[in-house]
C-alpha cells in the first residue's frame, strides 16, 4: 500500500461527473427494466426478487415453526410439512441467500468500487437475472403442481420415487446453477480486466477478494450439481441406474456428487458475507482494517480447501473410515482461515471510534453469531462427536447460525451500509435499530434452543416428536416469530425509506472506497472519467469530517 | 398369556421416553462409546465457550471504550499498524495444534465406533417406510431392538425402499440404512431400560413416527424374553398370529383396521370385496387374492392408492400368511 502522506484530502471527494439523471431515473418504463443492460438496474431488480423470495421462505419457516409448537398435528399434516421444510430449504438456500449478496449487492457495488461503468459482460448479466425469474418460475411451479418433499438435498432413491414434482424443483435448481455461473464468470473477468489504473490486486477492497473468491467456487462447483440434478431427471424419467440401487445404481453415489457442490455453495453463501462485514467494520471504527492480506488471502484458502471437504456431511453414509478420516482433517483447517478473519475484525476495533449505526450493529450481530456457528463447526468435524449429533437439530442450528446468522445478517448489513447509494435516501434510524435488536435476538432465541434439542436426540426433519422435546420447541418457535416481526418492520421503514425517505448525501458513513465518490445514487455511467487509484481502500479516513447540513462525510479543506 | 403379549405390543405403540438424564446436554449415557462422546463433547463445549467469551469480551470492551460520542463526531480511530504477522501466526497456531489433538480423539473414537468386536450378538435391521424390523438369531422378527446389558451387540443394517438411519442417542450412535448394501453398527449396553430409537435420515411422510425403543436387559432378561416369544408363537391361534404380524411387520403403518384410507386400503371388510385395480381390471378379495397381494404388492394396484408396498416374498413363511389371513377375515 502506498504512504497516505501522498494523499491529499480532495481525492476522497465526490468525483466530477457530467449533469445527467441517476441512473433510476435515465430510461423510464417497465421495459427500460425488464431489459436493462445497467448493472444497477439489475443488482436492484434482484434486490427486490431476493427479498421476495425471502419473504416466502420465511414464510414456509414459519408454519414449520408453528406446526411444531405441539408435538402431532396442529395446522399442516405430514405431507404438507415434509412440502413446507423442502421449499423452505430450496428457496432459502437456491433464490436467496447464493444470489443474496452477490448478485444482489455486488451487481450494484462491485463496478462502482471498481471505478468501472459496468460488469465486463453487462449482457450475460441481465441473462443470469432472467434466468433467476425463470428458475423461480419453475420452483413455483412444483409448488403448484404439487411441491416436492425431498429436502433441499434431493437425497435419492427417495428422490427418484416420491409422487411429487421433484423434476420442476431439480430443473429450477439446474436453471439458478447456470444464473450463478454467469455470475461467477462476470465478476471474475471484471477483477481482471475492469480495474482502475493504480488499482493494484492488493487495493482491491476486501468486498471484492470476497466476491472473487465465491466467483471462482461458482464456476469450478456448480456445474456438478447442474449435471447431477440432470441425472437425477433422468432416472425419474426414463429410469437410468445411476443412483437407484433397485436399477443398479448406487444412492451414496448422489451424495459424493450432491456435497461436491453443495458443501462448496456454503462458501458461495458465506464468503461474500465476510467481505461486507470487512468493509462495515474498517468504516464504522473509522480506522484501516486490521490483517488486510490476512482476511483477502483466507478467503481465498477457504474457497480452495472448502472443495476438499465434502465428505465430512457423510461420517455415518457408510462411506470407509479412510475417506472419513481425510475429510475431517480438511475439514478442522477450515477453522484456521475462519479463526484468522474474526480475530482480525476485532482487532481492527481496538483504538477505533466506533460508530454503532444499524450497519454496524448487524456486523456486530455477525461476529457474535457467525462465531458461535464458526466454534459449532468444530464440534460437527470431530468424527466421533458427530455420530451422535449428525442428522439432529444440533446440525440445524449449527447451518443456521452460519446461513441465517452469518449469511443472512451480513446481507441485511450491506443492505443496510448500501441502501442510501442504491436508492439515494435514508432510511429511520431509529427504527432500523429496533428491528436489528429484534432480528438479533429472535435469531438467538430461535436457533440456541435447537443445540440443546440435537444434542438430546432430536432428529432433524421432523413433523412429530416426542412430548420430552416440547419446551425446547416452544421456545424456538417463539424466538422464530420474535425474528419474524424484526423483518416485518425492516420491510416497512425500508419501503417508507424508498417513498419519502430524507436525501442521502453521497458518502453516509465516510468510507473510503469508490462507491462513496459517487453520488447517491449512482448517475447512470457512474464514472465519466476513471478514476486513478493512488491508494489503499481503506486510507484517508482523516482526511474526512462530519457535514452535518448534508449529514454526509465530506473532505477536509 | 397371549392376550399379555398382545398388550405389551399395544403398549409400544406409545411413544417411548428417554430415561432422566444427570447431563444438561446429552441424554442418559447407556453404551460404552457415551463416555468417549460426552467427554469429548464437554471438552469442546469448554474451550468453545472459553474462546466465545473471551471474543465477546474483547469485543464488547472495544465496543464501550472507543465508542464515538454522537454521529457528529469526525474523529478517527488510532491509526498504528494495520498489520503483525507475528500476531497472525500465533491465533493460527495456537488453535491449530489444538485441533490437531481434537482431530486425533474424534478419529480413534471413531475407528473404535466403526469397527466392531468379534463375537458380537448379531441382529439385523431392517429399515423399510415407516419401520424397523430386528431379526434375532432364532429368526424372530420385532419391531423393537432388544439386547443384553454388557455384551457386544452389533446390528447388521439394510433398508428395503429408500434410506433410512438407525439413531439410538442413548447409545451415541447412529449409522444409515442404504439400499443395496449392508452397513452396521454396534454398541455395548451399559445400563438396562428403554430407550428411543429413531429414523435419522429424512424417509418421507411418516419419518417422523419411525420411532420405537431399545429394550436393554439384565443379565438373562434378554435370553428368557426370547425364551417366551418363542413360546407364545408356537402356540398361538392364526387371528392372534395374524393380529401379531400386523403390528410387527409394519402392515399398521400404511393399512388400517376401522376403514379409514392410509398410505393404503383399509383391511377392515376387505375379505370377500370385490377389488378394482388401476388397469381396469377388478377380482374378489380371497385368500390367493391377500397372497399375492404380500408376496407380489406391485402385481395388483388398487385404484386410488400409490404403488407403495414393499414385498414380503420370502419374509413371511405360510404360515403367517395364513395368520394374516384369518385376522382380515375377522374385521367386518
Known sequence: MSSASTLIPADLGVIPSKPEENYLKHDKGILSWVFTLDHKRIGLMYLVSVLGAFALGGFFALAVRTELFFPGPTIINHDQYNQAMTLHGAVMVFLVIIPGIPAALGNIIMPLQLGAKDVAFPRLNLMSYHLWVLG?????????????????????????TTPTAVIPAA????????????????????????????????????FIWALYSTAVIQVLATPVIGITLLMLIVERVVGLGIFDPA????????????????????????????????????????????????IALSSVAIALLGFLVWGHHMFTSGQSVLAGTIFSAIT????????????????TMYKGRIHLDTPMLYAIAFLWVFTIGGLTGVFLSTMSVDVHLHDTYFVVAHFHYVMMGGAITAFMGGLHYWWPKFIGRMYNEKLAKVATVLVFVGLNVTFFPQFLLGTRGMPRRYYNYLP?????????????????LGFLMTAFYLIQSAKSGKKAPA??????????????????????????VNRGPYEGYAHLKFDKETQGYVPTE | MISKLLASIATSESLPKSPPSNDTWMPLDASTFAGHVDGLYDFLFWLSTLCALLIYGVMFYFIMKYRAPNRDDSAVGVEGSHHNTAMEITWSVVPLVFLVGIFVFGFKGYVDLRTSPRNALEIHAQGQKWKWLFTYPNGHVDSELHAPI???????????DVLHSLYIPAFRTKMDAVPGRYSDLWFHATKTGEFPVFCAEYCGTAHSDMITKAVVHEPGGYESWM????????????????????????????????????????????????????????????ENYITNSINNPQGQIVSGFAPAMPTYQGKLNDKQINGIIEYIKTLK
Open chain 1, 136 to 160: 423461480a418460475l419453475f420452483f413455483i411451479s412444483s409448488l403448484v403442481i404439487s411441491a416436492a418433499d425431498t429436502g433441499w438435498t434431493f437425497y435419492v432413491p427417495y428422490s427418484t
Open chain 1, 171 to 206: 430443473f429450477g435448481a439446474f436453471i439458478l446453477g447456470f444464473s450463478s455461473i454467469f455470475t461467477g464468470l462476470n465478476f471474475i473477468t471484471t477483477v481482471h480486466k475492469l480495474r482502475p489504473p493504480g488499482m493494484t490486486w492488493f487495493r482491491l477492497p476486501l
Open chain 1, 247 to 294: 436399477l443398479g445404481g448406487d444412492p451414496v453415489l448422489f451424495q459424493h456428487f450432491f456435497w461436491f457442490y453443495s458443501h462448496p455453495a456454503v462458501y458461495i453463501m458465506i464468503v461474500p458475507a465476510f467481505g461486507v462485514v470487512s468493509e462495515i467494520i474498517a468504516v464504522f471504527s473509522r480506522k484501516e482494517i486490521f490483517g488486510y492480506k490476512f
Open chain 1, 332 to 347: 478442522f483447517l477450515i477453522a484456521i482461515p475462519t479463526a484468522i478473519k474474526i480475530l482480525n475484525w476485532v482487532t
Open chain 1, 468 to 484: 420430552e422435546f416440547q419446551g425446547l420447541h416452544q421456545l424456538s418457535t417463539i424466538g422464530a416469530f420474535v425474528l419474524g
Open chain 1, 507 to 532: 458518502n453516509p458513513w465516510g468510507g473510503t472506497t469508490l462507491e462513496w465518490q459517487c453520488a447517491s445514487p449512482p448517475p447512470y455511467y457512474n464514472f465519466h472519467d476513471t478514476p486513478e
Open chain 2, 150 to 160: 454388557d455384551q457386544d451387540v452389533r446390528i447388521i443394517i439394510q433398508s428395503v
Open chain 2, 227 to 286: 425364551d417366551e416369544i418363542k413360546a407364545k408363537l408356537d402356540n398361538m391361534n392364526p387371528v392372534e398370529l395374524g393380529k401379531l404380524m400386523y403390528d410387527q411387520q409394519g402392515c399398521k403403518t400404511c393399512h388400517s383396521t376401522d376403514g379409514s384410507p392410509l398410505v393404503g386400503p383399509s383391511w377392515k371388510g376387505l375379505f370377500g370385496s370385490k377389488r378394482s385395480f388401476a388397469d381396469g381390471s377388478g377380482a374378489v378379495a380371497d
